[in-house]
């Protein structure tokens, strides 16, 4: 038991709680419909219309953000130059980014 200034905190007790809560919540589940079918009960519905498959309804990054890569076309062709998009060359940037940034905090410091 833990106590502190807005009462006590029991571990054991939140253990029981947690139980009691499952055991209801299992309890209202069990009381569901046993009868449900799989197949054509299991789609979600969609206005009465068939479910394009997901090939056709995948939108890219590529066309989400169209305008903004189009727009700054000519700063992430420099970016993809300086990297290969591998986890080496992102550590590699944060590791030089915050050296450089504690040098320049460690001399507005001393000065």
Known sequence: ?????????????????????AIIAYIIRSAGRREHKKGEQAKPYFSGVE????EEIHVSGEN??????????GYYSIMKKMHAGRINDY?????????????AIFIMEVS
Not at 1 to 21: H, N, Q, S, V
Not at 65 to 73: A, P, Q, R, T
Not at 91 to 103: D, E, K, M, R, T
Request: proline residues 4%; charged residues 10%.
């Open 1 to 21: 038991m833990l106590r502190t200034i807005e009462g006590y905190w029991d571990p054991i007790l939140w253990i029981i709680a947690f139980i009691i809560i």
């Open 51 to 54: 479910i394009p498959s997901d």
């Open 64 to 73: 989400i953000y169209w305008g903004f890569v189009e727009s700054l076309k």
């Open 91 to 103: 550590v590699a940037w944060f590791v030089g980014i915050s050296a450089i940034l504690f040098v």
